[in-house]
């Protein structure tokens, strides 16, 4: 029998599933973080609204011991302890949550950063001015007891400060940490971006990638590899070629890491192409999410609980935890029980990774290595060729995931299919003119409040309604490169929306929220946690926005948007209006 290379995971996930629940390994060795009695009985009895909040408590003794107590107490009550004797327990054996971190001022945030002067319009400014001063309340700094005694911690020691990104998210997360950083850069906090990046090389050097976030739990799942992005930001604010040159060999590293453990390969006729996707092959429930994880495989039969599992972890590297781009072909698509992360290639993150490949090289052309950045120029035009002819469609004039399974596009809407765009993996430039008109052709330019997550609604947090600030970057950054004034003028037009959006409601509730919901312009909902507030990358992408179009972004009052015939008028009234105003 001839079996698909990306029918393998699956198969074996079965397969082992057939065997035992404990067939794959866990999230990681911590009997009590990761996996376990102790950990089971503590979150399937629902001690505290969010799962997050006991994986995310330090211990007070060693681990031995409190294993061994929580033995006495279990064998005391036949293994299922009343939620009272576990409250005691818990009260016993574990801190309070944040024990581990101090608040941190950036020691190189100052008053009045230059990009402010560039905002025309004085409420936009004076806003951008508060969301500058929100860095100072984001800043966490990790206790030298997470070094000296890290067994009784579910946090990862990071040496240097770092910017969270707000809410229950108080260590860092990596691809939230990009849009952090393009916000940090513009605040002229070079310092605080430095520590954060060597922050991230660290990890790597130890690991051999980037956690998904700085709790132990999330060790074997990445995200979005923007490493490279990060770097390349850094040099083009400070020109520090010492620490590239320093930290090159740690970058290629991470991008080893992706290679060696994400890759699959499609076949179309006689050709076969290699690109990446999702996938962790860890079981069991996600600890910050367990008693969700465990009723939800309870919905389905023993032994297709541990792909499940595996699927879930997949889909929270991918960033988008949760999202029906997971759920499509599926044979029931609105059930999260139906998540299939890694069957799928991603258009963004094989954008990323072309991106971190077209960056390696021009690195090593700066440190004067041409034959490594030889190898990266071959890389990247192998992606850029794998991507043309398995992710893009020409009648649609737009990239899509690709299903490994029924060997097909997934054609619906998500702002990530346009992700090449913003990531430069494009050799046609007028593509960006066909996303244009792709962009007319799924309605999405009627949305007034922001661009969807999607257009189902499936209940997910990445689903619409809901609209998160890094896919609107990745929106009106690619747009923005069209020499096209309609497109370009399209892409101020969303700019301009989201702006409004965020500034509307920071407002109403002196609150940056996660995500918002673009069908009211409120604070956003769904997935498995209330909205949160902060918010570090969407802090980051308004003031890269303000930065960008400063000079003509308002705070007046939300208008519908311009429908597409009317795009040409109202670039010929600014044009007009910018004459007079000389």
Known sequence: ?????????????????????????????????????????????????????????????????????????????????????????????????????????????????????????????????????????????????????????????????????????????????????????????????????????????????IPNGGRIYYLQRSQPPLLTLMMDQYLTHTNNTTFLRENIETLALELDFWTVNRTTSVNLGEENYILNHYHVPYGGPRPESYSKDEELANTLPEVEREALWSELKAGAESGWDFSSRWLVGSPNPDLLSSTQTSKWVPVDLNAFLCQAEELMSRFYTRLGDDVRAAKYKSLKSQRLTAMQAVLWDEQKGAWFDYDLENRKKNLEFYPSNLTPLWAGCFSDSGVVDKALKYLEDSQILTYQYGI???????????????????????????????????????????????????????????????????????????????????????????????????????????????????????????????????
């Open 452 to 582: 969807p997550t999607s257009l189902r609604n499936t209940g997910q947090q990445w689903d619409f309604p809901n609209g998160w600030a890094p896919l609107q970057d990745l929106v009106i950054r690619g747009l923005a490169k069209s020499h096209s004034p309609r497109t370009q003028e399209v892409a101020f037009q969303l700019a301009q929306n989201w702006i409004q959006t965020n500034f509307d409601v920071y407002s109403q509730k002196s609150t940056m929220y996660e995500k918002y919901d673009i069908s009211n312009g409120q604070a956003g909902s769904g997935g498995e946690y209330e909205v949160q507030e902060g918010f570090g990358w969407t802090n980051g992408v308004a003031l890269m926005l303000m930065d960008r179009y400063g000079d003509r972004l308002t705070s007046g009052t939300q208008l519908a948007f311009l429908m597409p015939h009317c795009l040409v008028a109202t670039f010929l009234f600014h044009l007009l209006l910018g004459f007079l105003l000389q």
């Open 1 to 209: 029998m001839t079996v698909r290379t990306w029918e393998l995971p699956l198969l074996l996930l079965l397969g082992l599933g057939l065997r035992s629940q404990e067939a794959l390994p866990p999230p990681c060795e911590s009997q009590i973080y990761c996996h376990g009695a102790l950990l089971h009985q503590v979150q399937m009895a629902k001690l505290y609204p969010d799962d997050k909040q006991f994986v995310d408590m330090s211990l007070s003794a060693a681990p031995d011991q409190v294993l061994q107590s929580f033995s006495a107490l279990a064998m005391a009550h036949n293994h299922s302890i009343p939620k009272q004797q576990l409250q005691e327990f818990i009260q016993r054996y574990f801190q309070p949550v944040g024990q581990e971190l101090l608040p941190w001022t950036p020691e190189d945030w100052k008053d009045s950063p230059q990009f402010l002067q560039k905002i025309s319009d004085t409420k936009l400014r004076a806003w951008a001015e508060q969301l500058h001063q929100i860095w100072k309340k984001l800043g966490k700094k990790v206790k030298p007891e997470v070094l000296s005694h890290p067994e009784r911690f579910s946090l990862i020691y990071s040496e240097h400060p770092f910017i969270v990104p707000g809410g229950r998210f108080v260590e860092f997360y990596y691809w939230d940490s990009y849009w952090i950083i393009e916000g940090l850069l513009l605040s002229e906090m070079t310092e605080t971006v430095r520590g954060m990046l060597q922050n991230f090389l660290d990890l790597v050097k130890i690991y051999g990638h």
